[in-house]
């Protein structure tokens, strides 16, 4: 059972960047989907984006697309997700998700597999 360790959050001014990691054990990140959600305050966890096992099916949400790019170094098992442009409404936990195989799928519940979050604070 694969298990992930969210690292990288922190507080940052809007307009700045972060880089979050996500690093696994117990498995092999290749053979899994990886992605990136997020839940502000209040609100339902939100996806943000996806990368295949072989690196390609990335997809993101609209409101990322431009502005964040996940990738992944197999050879360190990790995955990461660059975040730039940063806006006061990404404030959220930020939670790395894996399901085996190739899945294209947005959906929270089709991930079996979660880190603990990490927190990034975008101020105005």
């Known amino acids: 059972q694969v298990q992930l360790v969210e690292s990288g959050g922190g507080l940052v001014q809007a307009g700045g960047s972060l880089r979050l990691s996500c690093a696994a054990s117990?498995?092999?990140?290749?053979?899994?989907?990886m992605g990136w959600f997020r839940q502000a305050p209040g609100k339902v966890r939100e996806f943000v984006a996806r990368?295949?096992?072989?690196?390609?099916?990335?997809y993101y949400a609209d409101s990322v697309a431009g502005r964040f790019t996940i990738s992944r170094d197999n050879a360190k098992n990790t995955v990461y997700l660059q975040m730039n442009s940063l806006k006061p409404e990404d404030t959220a936990v930020y939670y790395c998700?894996?399901?085996?195989?190739?899945?294209?799928?947005?959906?929270?519940?089709?991930?079996?597999?979660w880190g603990q979050g990490t927190q990034v604070t975008v101020s105005s």
């Open positions: 998700a894996a399901v085996l195989g190739s899945r294209f799928t947005t959906q929270v519940r089709q991930y079996d597999y």
């Open positions: 117990g498995g092999t990140l290749s053979s899994y989907t």
């Open positions: 990368m295949s096992k072989n690196g390609g099916g990335t």
